[in-house]
T-cell receptor
């Protein structure tokens, strides 16, 4: 149980285009989903916290107009990188916290590698 | 902001040896978690230790937590080649479940 999927697993796009990444909790409902970014050989940096039915909360320095987050249901959150540029190339990972569980554990997706040419 | 710092940044050991990784953090926490990441993949949750716990075991893993020193250690006993991965500690922000990750330790276990 507690599986989180991401789609796509990798994407290559041209500079200036927008890319949407999906994060799904497959066998549980997630009150909260988190989006992280990881540059090569570096750690994960929290970008934003996404609560179902409300606006995402962005970390300092993360442009909310560039990284659009939509948490439309208890099992799906999407991250759209708008007008992507090469510096947005990174590994994007989501995580989900189960609604019904009294647990501090988050479950992570497998990540999406974005390459902007 | 990043508050966790792991050391060493990289560790190379022979199969069968024990591997110890350390993590320090700066602010008060509710719990501390350790994750594993294979190259280019997602994170796997290893173990969670709460702020009122001092030691926890799970299989070949042993985690300690010293809140007075704001530090934790992860010990992997009898390492295997399959343990080769990056290991991250993560601390929560009180009441928010948001995690702050350390920089990680890259462990290489040589067969």
């Amino acid at each position: 149980g507690a599986v989180v999927s991401q789609h796509p697993s990798w994407v290559i796009c041209k500079s200036g285009t927008s890319v949407k990444i999906e994060c799904r909790s497959l066998d549980f409902q997630a009150t909260t989903m988190f989006w992280y970014r990881q540059f090569p050989k570096q750690s994960l940096m929290l970008m934003a916290t996404s609560n179902e039915g409300s606006k995402a909360t962005y970390e300092q320095g993360v442009e909310k107009d560039k990284f659009l987050i939509n948490h439309a249901s208890l099992t799906l959150s999407t991250l759209t990188v708008t007008s992507a540029h090469p510096e947005d190339s990174s590994f994007y990972i989501c995580s989900a916290r189960p609604r019904a569980w009294v647990s501090d554990t988050q479950y992570f997706g497998p990540g999406t590698r974005l390459t902007v040419l | 902001s990043q508050q966790g710092e792991e050391d060493p940044q990289a560790l190379s050991i022979q199969e069968g040896e024990n591997a110890t990784m350390n993590c320090s953090y700066k602010t008060s926490i509710n719990n501390l978690q350790w994750y594993r990441q294979n190259s280019g993949r997602g994170l796997v949750h290893l173990i969670l230790i709460r702020s009122n716990e001092r030691e926890k075991h799970s299989g070949r893993l042993r985690v300690t937590l010293d809140t007075s020193k704001k530090s934790s250690s992860l010990l992997i006993t009898a390492s295997r080649a399959a343990d080769t991965a990056s290991y991250f500690c993560a601390t929560d922000r009180a009441g928010s479940y948001q995690l702050t990750f350390g920089k990680g330790t890259k462990l290489s276990v040589i067969p």
